[in-house]
């Protein structure tokens, strides 16, 4: 239908509804309540970022707080109003909503065009929804180390990749977990995934991973059922002490 101010709305019962409508449907902007029954407007922002990083989304509240009001900026919610809400400061507020979706479309396209995809998400929700699809995603190609005087394959080195076509190059991969703080969900990820392939190869296959230094800290690395168990021995470390005669 169409607002007095001219917008075609459509409206959802729910956030299940409104979830479905986002992912058929290209809007240029988002409103909803925060206090939703089955799902609150922190989470459908989270859901709506897992297949639209642009589109704003404006959250709104009758019981505002601080902390809340944390959460819907760290997420990207374009604005976070207090109920009740005057009518001409929403349509402001949609309005520019709209303009700013409109400059991030333009910019979008820019960096396809110049092949960067990595810059997509830039807020909390949009990363982990890129984080979420990278890790989906992810694979690993194997690159031989060969051993030139004895004209053989010494070995293969486990090399991240990942059909997230928001996620460029591994390095990008790497700079999303840090910001999101999830190095090491990737760490174990990736030895996780090297492992299941490695496990039906030659026993004297010899296969590389490379760790990222917070990987070193990770009880995971070093647990008797961590993600390298299938195809790592790690030989026991004794360490002993001599008292002074």
Known sequence: MLSSEGYRVATAENAKIAIDLARDTEFDVIVSDIMMPGMNGLD??????????????VLMTAVPDLETAMAAVELGAFRYLAKPVEMGELFRVVERAVGFHRMATLKRQALDLVGDAGKRASDIAGLEATFAGGIDLLWIAYQPIVCW??????????L?????????HPGEFFNIAERLGKVLELGRAIRRTAA???ASAPASTNLFVNLHPQDLLDS???AADGSLAPIVRIPPIVITSSAAS
């Open 160 to 168: 991240l990749r990942t059909g997230e076509p928001s996620i460029p």
């Open 196 to 198: 299941s392939a490695a």
């Open 149 to 158: 005087s004895a004209k053989d394959i010494f070995g293969f080195e486990a």
């Open 44 to 57: 459908l922002l989270r859901r709506v970022r897992e297949h639209d990083l642009d589109v704003p989304v």
């Open 220 to 222: 995971d690395l070093y």
